[in-house]
């Protein structure tokens, strides 16, 4: 499945954003998809999941009751809408997918597919 992740910009700090991906190529519900990001120098880290079917969702820590994802399965799409937006989550945004033969939410290692980032800056 191929990937391109969009929305990231430029957004004050306490601001929204909603960013979103675009999958083609292999059936979209086979897949459970995630949300990473990285700063320049740093390790890539997991933000966020959902499972391919029935929407279970994971978080990590520093982004629970700020951060939503979801998907829509009949457009090839997901989302990560983001609010209460702070100057540490800055940083360039990944979608990714992981092919998934259960309803379960993978390890972030099985994340195979990854799109283009998108760069998300929060002013302070």
């Known amino acids: 499945v191929q990937l391109q992740a969009s929305g990231g910009g430029l957004v004050q700090a306490g601001g929204s954003l909603r960013l979103s991906c675009a999958a083609s190529?292999?059936?979209?519900?086979?897949?459970?998809l995630g949300w990473f990001r990285q700063v320049p120098g740093k390790e890539r880290e997991f933000v966020a999941a959902?499972?391919?079917?029935?929407?279970?969702?994971k978080y990590a820590d520093s982004v629970k009751g700020r951060f939503a994802i979801s998907r829509d399965n009949s457009k090839y799409s997901a989302y990560l809408q983001m609010s209460a937006l702070k100057s540490e989550d800055t940083a360039i945004y990944y979608c990714?997918?992981?092919?998934?033969?259960?309803?379960?939410?993978?390890?972030?290692?099985?994340?195979?597919?990854w799109g283009q980032g998108t760069l998300v800056t929060v002013s302070s």
């Open positions: 959902i499972s391919r079917g029935v929407g279970i969702t």
């Open positions: 990714a997918a992981a092919y998934q033969r259960t309803l379960t939410i993978p390890p972030s290692t099985s994340f195979n597919s």
């Open positions: 190529g292999r059936p979209f519900n086979q897949y459970a």
